[in-house]
């Protein structure tokens, strides 16, 4: 898997490249995505593939959640802590 700062970086360049479609945005590990409507219920959907895509991890319903989902450090930790779950 990818070393912790490349995932972060991966994972923000996705929100603003393919989500927002805003180069050159600010976007911070910590800043909440969500709640500061940085990221809609659509795209968190994106959002969610993309994990799926560049992870070995099978992201469940249940998984959707602010504490999952709801800054870069929360889905990376979420990766962290799911890495070694089946798909």
Known sequence: ??????????????????????????????????????????????LVLFVEENTDIKVENEDITLENFGSINQIYDFIEKNKNREI
Request: charge should be negative; hydrophobic fraction near 40%.
């Open 1 to 46: 898997m990818k070393e912790m700062k490349e995932m972060k970086e991966m994972i923000r360049d996705f929100i603003i490249d393919e989500i927002l479609e805003k180069p050159g945005f600010e976007l911070s590990y910590e800043e909440p995505i969500i709640e500061n409507s940085i990221v809609d219920s659509t795209e968190i959907l994106k």
